[in-house]
């Protein structure tokens, strides 16, 4: 089985991307849902953010305050560090275990879904790293209105990852998000295509583009 690594900046429609290799027949592992689990009530990694952050990050129903955590580590790169150590592991452990679990049932492409593979060095984790991209304008439009964000709040989550450009610059295939789906979709099906024939990154090391 090929291992696919699809990331992105924030708002620049992984979700989208990686549902349209789901339709195709790809084991599609969300990495943020995962993590949502392991954030349950009773779960370690639960006991242990609020060990690192404090019991203002929990609910009165006793589930995680994502928003509240959120506001905390946007921004605080001492922050975000030290809940990428608690969920990083965990979130690694229970991937593996649900790629193995679509390999053994016959999946010949896994794509693991996650906002931050290159900001936490796991590139070399997967054959293969996708990048979905679309131009900052249409990050911020999508981030406010499917966020209900304001406009500073929306920059500045953005400003915490890396940028498109950063990204693209590591990838095996970058597919653009920015128009309509019709020509993402034909992306999807190219970058299908080039893993169906085991098509290697470029010699020069530059992003192809699906």
């Known amino acids: 089985m090929i291992v696919v690594g699809l990331t992105g900046g924030i708002a ?6 990686a549902a349209m ?5 790809a084991a ?3 990495a943020d849902r995962i993590a949502r689990t392991l954030q349950e009530p009773g779960q370690p990694c639960l006991r242990q953010i609020v060990e690192a952050f404090g019991t203002e990050v929990v ?13 905390l580590v946007f921004g605080d790169a001492a922050a975000r560090r030290r809940l990428e150590a608690i969920m990083h592991p965990a979130i690694r452990q229970t991937v593996s275990a649900e790629l193995w679990r679509a390999e053994a049932a016959g999946a ?3 794509v693991v879904e996650a906002a931050l593979i290159l900001e936490a060095g796991q590139r070399e984790r997967y054959d293969c790293l996708v990048v979905v ?4 304008e249409v990050q911020l439009e999508r981030l406010m209105r499917q966020r209900g964000l304001g406009e500073a709040e929306a920059r500045r989550r953005i400003a915490a990852q890396w940028t498109t450009e950063r990204k693209a610059a590591l990838a095996d295939y970058v597919i653009d ?9 034909a992306q999807v099906d190219a970058l299908l295509a080039a893993l169906a024939g085991r098509m290697s990154a470029p010699a020069d090391g530059g992003a192809k583009r699906a």
């Open 108 to 110: 010949s492409v896994g």
């Open 133 to 136: 991209a679309a131009p900052a």
């Open 12 to 17: 620049t429609g992984k979700s989208t991307v």
């Open 177 to 185: 998000n920015g128009g309509e789906p019709a020509a993402t979709a």
């Open 59 to 71: 609910g009165a129903d006793g589930r995680l305050d994502r928003l509240r955590l959120a506001g």
């Open 21 to 25: 290799l789901a339709a195709r027949g």
């Open 28 to 30: 599609v592992v969300d």
